[in-house]
């Protein structure tokens, strides 16, 4: 009994994402009214060393606490974090176009999510950019990154997951490169019908932990795709590895995968040869480019469509 509302409790906790579930109610700022951007320092102390890299017209504004530094962002404005510890519960609040990067060895500018929160990094600017930083779930339920709408670009990050992974819901856009994503309950990038999502030199590992009856999160491992519409995805040079799922899933309605089965030859010799067909014409009929990944070792295998 006891175990079946911990269940029960898991399942509510992890929240379902989806065009109809927006998470950022604040509105953009835009750009201040005098036409300059700042870029703001995030450390304890600031010296001249640290700035000396920076044009000399630069404007700078320190801060000891990175959640006050993302508060005080105005469209073109770029955050800069030095090594250390944060955290910030204005990263699930991103409206304006910025840049959030780390100086140094991103093992070494940990941004962690607060547990009485169930977001960590929410965007719905037009272009946000994460780079060189390790984000720590902790905690929260939601998506480690929730692209709401607009474009937001991972370059160079480290993301340790906790409950689901990177989610890209409809209509909105996501470029990660060179980066870690590892740990997440369901798979570690999940498309939304509609989505766009560029993915080139990732390591994406150690997904699908969640233990669950249901075949369909199961199936779940490192790249999940929903389709109808499509989403748009382009993979090149990705690891992806290690997976409790597939290494890439791709999710359909029953009844396009029937339509789909019944317009490839049916003289195919095997049962092997039909599914090899099958996932061809699907893939052809997706907007899904995939060069020189490397994709192995995932518990159930490494491509296939899944009906829901």
């Known amino acids: 009994m006891l175990c079946g509302l911990l269940k029960?409790?898991?399942?509510?906790?992890?929240?379902?994402?989806?065009?109809?579930?927006?998470?950022?109610?604040?509105?953009?700022?835009?750009?201040?009214?005098?036409?300059?951007?700042?870029?703001?320092?995030?450390?304890?102390?600031?010296t001249t060393d640290m700035v000396?890299?920076?044009?000399?017209d630069t404007l700078l504004q320190q801060h000891d606490d990175l959640d006050l530094a993302v508060d005080s962002c105005y469209s073109g404005d770029t955050v800069v974090i030095?090594?250390?510890?944060?955290?910030?519960?204005?990263?699930?609040?991103?409206?304006?176009?910025?840049?959030?990067?780390?100086?140094?060895?991103?093992?070494?500018?940990?941004?962690?999510?607060?547990?009485?929160?169930?977001?960590?990094?929410?965007?719905?600017?037009?272009?946000?950019?994460?780079?060189?930083?390790?984000?720590?779930?902790?905690?929260?339920?939601?998506?480690?990154?929730?692209?709401?709408?607009?474009?937001?670009?991972?370059?160079?990050c480290i993301l340790k997951c906790e409950g689901t992974g990177v989610c890209v819901l409809t209509g909105a856009a996501l470029t990660v490169t060179d980066s870690e994503i590892t740990g997440a309950q369901g798979a570690g990038v999940e498309l939304y019908p509609g989505s766009i999502a560029i993915l080139e030199r990732n390591e994406i590992h150690h997904c699908n932990n969640l233990r669950t009856s249901d075949s369909s999160k199961s199936?779940?491992?490192?790249v999940n795709m929903k389709v109808l519409p499509?989403?748009?995805?382009?993979?090149?040079?990705?690891?992806?590895?290690?997976?409790?799922?597939?290494?890439?899933?791709?999710?359909?309605?029953?009844?396009?995968?029937?339509?789909?089965a019944e317009a490839l030859n049916k003289g195919a010799a095997s049962g092997d040869k039909k599914d090899e067909n099958m996932l061809s014409k699907v893939m052809q009929n997706l907007n899904l480019e995939m060069n020189n990944n490397k994709i192995e070792a995932n518990l159930k295998g490494d491509i296939r469509i899944v009906t829901s």
């Open 230 to 260: 499509a989403p748009k995805l382009k993979m090149t040079n990705n690891h992806i590895y290690n997976n409790n799922g597939y290494g890439v899933s791709i999710l359909q309605p029953t009844e396009q995968f029937f339509i789909v």
């Open 82 to 156: 030095f090594p250390g510890e944060y955290q910030a519960v204005n990263l699930a609040l991103l409206t304006d176009d910025i840049i959030i990067k780390g100086v140094g060895k991103r093992e070494e500018i940990i941004i962690t999510s607060e547990p009485s929160h169930d977001s960590f990094v929410v965007s719905k600017a037009d272009n946000v950019k994460l780079m060189n930083l390790s984000l720590i779930q902790q905690g929260t339920v939601d998506g480690i990154v929730v692209v709401e709408s607009g474009h937001m670009t991972l370059e160079n």
């Open 219 to 222: 199936t779940l491992g490192g």
């Open 52 to 56: 000396k890299d920076l044009p000399s």
């Open 8 to 46: 029960m409790w898991e399942d509510l906790r992890l929240r379902v994402h989806g065009p109809f579930f927006p998470r950022i109610l604040r509105r953009r700022k835009g750009k201040r009214d005098f036409g300059k951007t700042i870029t703001h320092i995030v450390a304890k102390v600031m």
